[in-house]
């Protein structure tokens, strides 16, 4: 276990702002930073990050809390280990107790694939640097490569045994359990027979952008063995290869700080490349380019250049996960090598200041290069250019962004040496015809939701949890606040008529909210709610100085995403950059002190509301003491009366 003195550290230490800057390209706006949601599909920002508050809010998928709820969110990480995670990053060291045996076998499935990865990284990396078939086999193929001792540690390359089950029965022997080697697909088992899957390759880890080990890539160095060159792990709960770029652990800050990235094919143009300086480079992984990857990517950075083999095949291959890109409102840039060259060889072959400056004069505009490729294809064939014409039609309809569009439609017609009206008439033909098939999915779609759709009554306006809502806000945003309060005390005059007299007492936020509801003996309907409010009164009645800010660090991640929801609900209206179009929201203009005694005294009024209602079914049910219980209903319907002219309402 951790102790309280280094998660207490942790969180006094780690910046929220610094941590998911690392995940999510962030930008300033007001005292906030705002940027695409790391958790949902999306092109306009609804991601908030308070550097102030120290937490954040997923607009769009509801999510929100600390640095350390981010992390569980993002890499699934258990609590210890986000812990752990921002030690590491802030150098904080840990005090920690043994785990007990119970305490190990109590983790979940995901983390014992991820500690079963761990180990095998671990032992493959050993097995290479200290057994004589490692050395021999894995290590000189590396330095062969040309990588430095540096660059090998880096990456954490390795080597497995070419032996049927040495590692299985290593991790065996060190209490892993089998279930989870088949599960992260490091052991197969087949008629009761299990052996190693990656014997006798040169292992690659693939890490997560935290740097968990996900899964492995491996290359058989043996061409006489009847075997694919570079074999994968299979899908598994903690990897899915279409979801993973290989290097992006290395890369991500020189992504954001370059505000570019570099995609390559090959594990080994990933390493070559960064050894050579070029560290914003990541791979696909011999896989064909998906949108999950891309968004990976447009997290980080709006800016990608493609780099290709120097082969057609290549070539071919990388061209058609461009119009991908574009759908993802990236701009696209081309850079392909040499006939013959690949980003490995070719960064093996020249100096870092030579790759620099290929890299810079070569890296073509997407639509550029298109046309040039296809071109030299075409010739003279009047049929071919037209084809290849629409083909770059095509590709410019995938841009979301109208201007760009426009702008690309211009530099179109000035390569192909055609009319603007042209490419604009087949561009407004290619979009009319998707959006009439998005039309027709869509009454399909409609067609069959009236079909079962059962008509539903308007869902009604739940006030006590709104009210309830507002009075956590209050003791979160202001609860410590020293406020001057006018309270209102019920006097009956001569003639037995009930009147409120303003009372000014001066009184913490918290204090006045916690007295009032204890009088009228008022209780939180909502659970959670009702744990927030007996944290901060017993926190602030304890330490009446407590940051309220702080108290999300202290609760657990269903109290503290509540917490998260109310404290940024303000935030929201930062997204739209509203004053741009000359919109400005109302500001609140309550005072502190206005505005708890308005909430308390709605509430009250609700729960007269109610009581009365009960009042009524009690006389309809029994007729035994009917005018006592008129009695009633008549007092709380004046007490009503009053509080609502308080409130300055009319009844």
Known sequence: MISKSTIDQVFETARVEEVIGDFVQLKKSGTNYKGLSPFSEERTPSFMVSPVKQIWKDFSTGKGGTVVSFLMEHEHFTYPEAIKYLAKKYNIEIEETMQSDAQKQAADVRESMY????????????????????????????????????????????????????????????????????????TIIKENKKFDRFKGRVMFPIHSMSGRVLGFGGRILDNTKKAAKYLNSPESDIYHKSKVLYGIYYAKQSIAKEDNCFLVEGYTDVIQFYQSGIKNVVASSGTALTSDQIRLINRLTKNITVLFDGDAAGIRAALRGIDLILEQDMNVKVCTFPDGDDPDSFAKQNTPEELADYLKVNSKDFIAYKAALLMEEAKNDPVKKADLIRDMVHSIAKIPDTIKREIYVQECARIMEISESVLFSTLAQINRKEQDEANKKHKQEQKTFEVIKQKESPQKVDVQYVLERKIIEILLLYGNLTEEFEDLILKEDDKGDLHLEPVVQEAKVFEKIYLDLQDDEMQFTNENFKSIYYTIVDTLNQNPDFALDAIVHHVDQNLANDITSILMNEERYDLHDWERNNIFPKEKKLTVAQLTSETILSLRCFLIDQKVNEFKHEVIQSTEHHRSILEEVKDYSSLKMLLSRKLNRVL
């Open 115 to 186: 500690l079963a990865s761990e180990y095998a990284n671990t032992y493959f990396q050993k097995t290479m640097h200290s057994t004589d078939q490692g050395k021999a086999i894995g290590l000189s193929y590396f330095k062969e490569r040309g990588f430095t001792d540096e660059i090998i540690e880096e990456f954490q390359l390795g080597y497995c045994l070419d032996d049927w089950s040495d590692f299985t029965d290593d991790a065996l022997k060190n209490g892993y359990q089998l279930k989870y080697l088949e599960k992260t697909g490091l």
